[in-house]
C-alpha cells in the first residue's frame, strides 16, 4: 500500500519551494535589469554582434548569483542545493521563453547557459548561507 508523506515532511518540502520561487523571481528580475542596461549600452555604441552572446551570459551569470544568494539568504541551510534548484529552474524558464519566441534545439550555447545558471547560483547559495548576518 502505498503511504503519502507525512505533515512533517510536507512542511520541509515547502520551507524551502518558496525561498526558491523567490530567488528565482529576483535572479529573473536581475536578468532583466542587466538586459536593458546591456541594450541601452547597444543602443549607445557601435558593438560588434559577436559580443552579444557573452554579455548575456554575464546577465544570466548575475541574475543566477543573486538569485541563488537571496534564496539561501532565506533558507539560512543547504545553500549549495536551494542555489542550484533556483538556477536550474531560471535556466528553465528562460530556455521555454526562448523555445516559444524562436523554437531551436538546444545546442552548445545552451549547455553554456546551463552551466553558468548552475555553477554561479550555487556559488551565490553558498555565499548566501555562509554570509555573516547583520546586527541592527
Not at 520541509?12 to 525561498?19: D, F, N, Q, V
Not at 545552451?110 to 556559488?123: D, E, P, T
Not at 553558498?126 to 547583520?134: I, T
Amino acid at each position: 500500500m502505498k503511504q503519502s508523506k507525512s505533515r512533517h515532511e510536507m512542511d520541509g518540502t515547502m520551507k524551502y519551494l518558496k525561498p526558491i520561487l523567490v530567488g528565482t523571481a529576483v535572479g529573473a528580475v536581475a536578468i532583466t535589469v542587466v538586459l536593458m542596461v546591456l541594450s541601452l549600452l547597444l543602443s549607445l555604441q557601435n558593438i560588434p554582434q559577436m559580443l552579444i552572446t557573452p554579455m548575456v551570459l554575464v546577465a544570466l551569470g548575475v541574475g543566477a548569483f543573486l538569485g541563488g544568494n537571496f534564496a539561501a539568504k532565506l533558507t539560512r541551510e543547504k545553500g549549495l542545493l536551494v542555489g542550484l534548484c533556483c538556477g536550474a529552474l531560471l535556466f528553465l524558464a528562460l530556455w521555454l521563453f526562448g523555445q516559444a519566441i524562436h523554437g531551436g534545439g538546444f545546442g552548445a550555447i545552451g549547455i553554456v547557459k546551463l552551466a553558468v545558471a548552475l555553477g554561479l547560483s550555487a556559488l551565490g547559495g553558498v555565499m548566501g548561507v555562509n554570509a555573516k548576518k547583520r546586527r541592527k
